[in-house]
């Protein structure tokens, strides 16, 4: 490699850029450098016939427009232009805004309001639950969880990195390019594929990775510190061989920038950033400096990389991220209560992690059925939370555009309308993980009708047990979503890093419904 610091991980060439684009044809060139002919006279100066000028651009304009329309490739260029201001002078004569009032609607807009663009859920739900009683008495009704995880014959699960990898590694870790600190923004699950990505950077690197500190979330205001959610010691263990971890910086690094992180350099990359751009542009500032900083670093790695780089990630999400003891000691007992609770499923059950809470429903901008009311509740937490991001000059927000486009996060209700869609009835376990659900009295009451069964960390464990996991906010996620991990075979059976979540999930929307079932071996 043609640096002063040597990657641990090799990284193949990059392909040669392609030829230019091939000269036009000499059938084109010609035709733009003949002179024009109207009537059959040539646009020769020295005809008198031809002196006519145009007289003002309106004549300008139309001659153009005409005479590029009747050449082959001007109706190719015009034609995409007239199809997106057709569209555009469509869209905005209908009000796509998502009306005030009870249930979305506005007086005179139900008529101009296009099929998808409003809220209509609670309807649907009025209508379909005679139906859903009376398949749910009916003798003959079969649980779809009784065959969900059934396994065809060609189908199979493997591991994306192997095992013994984290045990033997590559050679020895020696020397070191430098240190790398990252900061993890966002919630749970992007500050754990934060510090995946991190890993595989530092290995990319070979730089000396620095416990990954969290940031301060404007959304949740928590203060989580690594330790508090996961098993940092095993952290640093299960990656000794691949990438070198440590707590802090030595003292002589911190003495050179005055015992202050923030007068490192931070090194503004941006998102989805390729290894090679890592290798060109970091790593030099990292041998030059010795320690260098990105903050933020949500997605900064491409999800494309070579395997060697993948296989790092891998590692670090199913073999070195572990939660921390006191965490997985409750999970494994709400895990155990679960399944006794569903005993008439044979310990079978559903996880449904719901994707409602304020924050969610703000960032949206998506409208329900809560009037003027969840308006002003909307705007205030917009503003507490983003401070004006929403209300930058010439930005407009269609709620019902974006409900068109499928980017509303599902409402407990329409969670339990698809999955009593898939078949599971009234007799099927489920246990909810979310945050605090917006407006949870109103939302969650139709999905507690459609499942019975239905339980919560709140309904699991006592208050005395969830009471240490009370102080921080990720602390209370890692808690409600570790049942997904307690047995330890779910661990050694996770694959697949390209699946963006843990698990064997069926991913709907905005929302992941996770069958488990006990016992079960693939």
Known sequence: MSMHGQSRLSYGSVASSPPSSPPSSPRLRHGRSRKIVCNGTSNNSNNPKSNKKILNFTERLVYFIVSTVFKRRGVLLFAPLLYISGMLMYMGSL?????????????????MTPPGSRYRSPEVFENLWPFMERDSNHPNSSNALMTTWHIKSNQSWKPCANRSTSLT???????????????????????????????????????????????????????????????????????????????????????????????????????????????????????????????????????????????????????????????????????????????????????????????????SCCTYDGGDEEKREMDIARERSWRGKFKKHGRIIRPGVIRMDGKCPLTPLEVGIMLRAMGFDNTTSVYVAAGRIYRAGKYMAPLRQMFPLLETKETLATELELAPFQVHCSTVVAYSETYLSAYPWVKEKMCVYRVKVNMYCLNYGTNIFCAFVEGLRL
């Open 169 to 363: 590694g590559l050679s020895e870790v020696s020397g070191s390019n430098g240190f790398l600190i990252i900061e993890a923004n966002g919630g749970l699950n992007q500050q754990r594929i934060s510090i995946c990505d991190a890993v595989a950077v530092a290995g990319l690197l070979n730089a000396t990775l620095v416990i990954p500190m969290f940031h301060l979330n404007s959304v949740w205001r928590d203060s989580s510190k690594f330790g508090d959610i996961f098993d940092e010691e095993f952290f640093i263990y299960a990656l000794r061989n691949n990438v070198k971890i440590i707590r802090e910086l030595p003292e002589e690094i911190l003495e050179r920038f005055d015992h202050n992180i923030s007068n490192i350099v931070n090194l503004r990359v941006k998102a989805w950033s390729s290894p090679k751009h890592y290798l060109q542009k970091v790593l030099p500032k990292l041998l030059e400096l010795r320690a260098v900083r990105i903050a933020p670093f949500s997605n900064r790695l491409a999800h494309a990389v070579p395997s060697n780089i993948q296989d790092l990630r891998c590692l670090a999400n199913y073999e070195a991220l572990r939660f921390s003891r006191s965490i997985r000691l409750l999970a494994e007992r709400m895990v155990d209560r679960m399944v006794k609770n569903s005993s008439i499923s044979g310990g079978k059950y559903i996880s449904v992690h719901l994707r409602f809470e304020e924050d969610m429903v703000a960032f």
């Open 95 to 111: 009000s796509l805004e998502g009306a005030s009032g009870i249930g979305g609607r506005r007086l005179g807009v139900d008529q």
